[in-house]
């Protein structure tokens, strides 16, 4: 196991395009989440999954956004009709239910909107 | 609500010890993490340390809980200019599963 993968690494895109990313968490997580990095933040919550079901979503995941992970384990994100405040760095992690060991982050999918 | 602070910057001279501070509000925090990032990557587990403790020694990282204060430190002996990058706390709730982040101390190591 190669760690959490996110794909792509970088995309710039259209206002009012959409997008969609992947991640693939560590095999053996049950858990699943999805944060958004902006420049001098620290990552911001956006929403997670235990197997397939998403059991959180912050309020900063507006009705553009939505995550799934269908077969509990790979998960997309897509944003519809981008806006330039969507840009950001998007940071998928993954952990194990039960355990304190934290979250392994992937290397995030930075996202310009021009 | 919940929120996790720090302080910005911190300059120190390559050799000497870093002391990296942070403030949380959730007293039902049950563990507390340090996490490194370097310029356009994701973010490194450094070390954790679960509530109940006081303090975690892990090689040149020493963390330590003060539950009273919520206030959380991270001493890195002997720095150096690798460890230039920024330094994230964040605390996970008793009933949450997110992670709440500060937003990040600056490390800059001068030779």
């Known amino acids: 196991d190669t760690g959490v993968s996110q794909d792509p690494r970088h995309k710039i895109t259209k206002r009012g395009q959409n997008v969609t990313f992947r991640c693939d968490p560590i095999s053996e997580h049950n858990r699943l989440y999805w944060y958004r990095q902006t420049l001098g933040q620290g990552p911001e919550f956006l929403t997670y999954f235990q197997n397939e079901a998403q059991l959180e979503k912050s309020r900063l995941l507006s009705d553009r956004f939505s995550a799934e992970r269908p077969k509990g384990s790979f998960s997309t994100l897509e944003i519809q009709r981008t806006e330039q405040g969507d840009s950001a760095m998007y940071l998928c992690?993954?952990?194990?239910?039960?355990?304190?060991?934290?979250?392994?982050f992937g290397s995030g999918t930075r996202l310009t909107v021009v | 609500g919940e929120d996790v602070e720090q302080s910005l910057f911190l300059s120190v001279r390559e050799g000497d010890s870093s002391v990296i501070n942070c403030t949380y509000t959730d007293s039902s925090s049950t563990y507390l993490y340090w996490y490194k990032q370097e310029p356009g990557a994701g973010l490194q587990l450094l070390t954790y340390i679960f509530s109940n403790m006081d303090m975690k020694q892990d090689q040149r990282l020493t963390v330590l809980l003060n539950k009273k204060d919520k206030h959380l430190s991270l001493r890195i002996a002997d720095t150096q200019t690798g460890d230039s990058a920024i330094y994230f706390c964040?605390?996970?709730?008793?009933?949450?599963?997110?992670?709440?982040f500060g937003k990040g101390t600056k490390l800059s190591v001068k030779p």
């Open positions: 964040a605390e996970r709730g008793g009933s949450q599963g997110n992670l709440i």
């Open positions: 992690a993954s952990s194990l239910a039960g355990t304190g060991d934290g979250y392994t």
